[in-house]
């Protein structure tokens, strides 16, 4: 006789699986985007404003990946861990990212905005804006590596905080 598994075991290793893909898309487009494609964008375009607008598209694209992947994450634990999820380390991990993503797309991003926009019709960095626009671009790029080392962390732990 052959035994069917029951519906909720398949949709239960579907999202187990998901979730471990979702931690690596996360992490791997995070890397891609802000270490492989943006230094890209600026050593080999000779107008760094249009970099500058390019790199800026992919991380408002990145940010809404996060803001998805993040979300779903949480949700996984807590459906499957329940109270316990937050005592765990990738519940912890993965707020902290999720974290820096608003605090980033919604806080800085929009203040670096204003600056640009402020800076017209210069280009901000030919601006006497240039070195408020550099500050925060700076703070923007410490939040994006500490996003990047808790998303290596959490890779790391992954299977540790949640179990199926």
Known sequence: MIRLAHPTNHLMRI????????????????IAIGYIAAPILFSRLADHT???ELAGAMFS????LSLVCGAYLLLYGVTVQR???FRSGVFWLVLGML???VISHFGIQPVMAQLKQDALPLPVMASN???????WHGVSGGLYLLQTILGLALVIVQNRGVKT
């Open 15 to 30: 999202a187990t699986t998901l979730y471990t893909l979702v931690i690596a898309i996360w992490l791997g487009s995070q």
């Open 129 to 135: 804006l240039r070195d408020r626009f550099a500050m």
């Open 61 to 64: 694209v990145m940010a809404w």
């Open 50 to 52: 249009l970099a500058g």
């Open 99 to 101: 974290g820096i993503t």
């Open 83 to 85: 109270a316990r999820a």
